[in-house]
């Protein structure tokens, strides 16, 4: 069964070289004890031979997140998982860190794909939605969000159909399902902007569309935190704290209110002070009151990485 699957994905590759530019034309093959592997131009695989690779991309990020004295992080590499760490609990992160979405090394972003979004991150219908969702026809190519390593490209049984992960060197994650079509193959080199795919409507999926997520050590983020989807932009940086995994994070708030595009409508610009509830943290009462973390900061002696505690009232005038 495996072996089927990494020859289709072979087939499916090369039916794609004849159509697409050089990325796709192979500079070298590798007999390995499932198929002939093909071998892309500089983008090497150079985690082939390492079995054990553990760890994100990004070795700053990973140093940090692990360090955390309260918890262990993990994060390995595997092809055949889509997560690979199910106890990586980020609501116990204590730190925030500044993480570069974009460096001068992996300086490129790319908008998986330019359509209507009509499904966004968070709560639907009572059932957590752990990425956004992008109208398009089947058959529509998909873009790489980053730089990065295909980590996971497969047909996912649990609901994600044809699925591809990409490890990005900022550290992140990124997730593209219900694909008709898987144009690379595991540890497979990207870059920002890449063809990866083909839209379509595998999987649990009612009509064509791309299911997209973003996931740091394996816990989903709102993508609308990182990308601009219509003006085709990305924020350079995110801060990385125990709040940004939050269901409601970067989203327009209550399913009740109609279907702002941000959170302007329930910003609340009279208030003084707010008493801190579950979940909350600078970044988000200061969304919340249409106010700056700095502004926070200043005003209650605090520091970016201060932890604030539920029921402490914070100044927000
Ligand atoms: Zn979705």
Redesign the pocket.
């Known amino acids: 069964m495996k072996s089927f699957v990494f020859i289709s994905l072979l087939i499916t590759t090369v039916y794609n070289a004849a159509a697409q530019d050089s990325f796709f034309d192979p500079i070298d093959t590798v007999e390995t004890p499932t198929g002939t592997m093909l071998i892309y131009g500089d983008r090497t695989w150079a985690y082939l031979g390492e079995e054990n690779f553990e760890g994100i991309m990004n070795a700053r990020i990973h140093e940090m997140v692990c360090g955390d004295t309260t918890y262990s992080y993990k994060s390995k590499w595997t092809n055949e998982d889509v997560i690979t760490c199910t106890t990586n609990d980020v609501s116990l992160l204590k730190d925030t860190l500044w993480m570069c979405v974009l460096d001068s090394l992996h300086n490129n972003y790319a908008i998986p794909f330019d359509g209507v979004m009509t499904?966004k991150y968070g709560y639907r219908r009572g059932r957590r939605?752990?990425?956004?969702?992008i109208d398009l026809e089947t058959g529509d190519t998909i873009y790489a969000a980053f730089d990065g390593k295909i980590r996971y490209a497969k047909y996912h049984e649990n609901g994600f159909g044809n699925l591809i992960v990409i490890r990005h060197y900022n550290g992140l994650e990124t997730y593209y399902?219900?694909c008709s079509k898987l144009m690379v193959a595991p540890n497979q080199d990207v870059k920002a902007g890449d063809p990866i795919g083909l839209g379509g409507n595998t999987g649990h999926?009612s009509g064509s569309?791309l299911?997209?997520?973003v996931r740091f050590y394996d816990n989903p983020i709102n993508p609308e935190l990182i990308f601009d989807f219509k003006k085709k932009a990305v924020k350079d940086n995110l801060l990385v704290h125990s709040g940004v995994f939050h269901p409601n994070s970067g989203s327009s708030r209550s399913s009740s209110s109609s279907s702002s595009s941000s959170s302007s409508s329930s910003v609340n610009k009279n208030a003084k002070t707010h008493r801190v509830r579950s979940g909350e943290n600078l970044w988000i009462i200061a969304r919340k009151y249409g106010t700056t973390v700095n502004s926070l900061c200043k005003l209650n002696s605090l520091t970016e990485t201060s932890v604030i505690h539920i029921g402490q009232v914070i100044r927000l005038k």
């Open positions: 499904s939605h752990n990425g956004v969702d399902a219900h999926s569309h299911h997209f997520e």
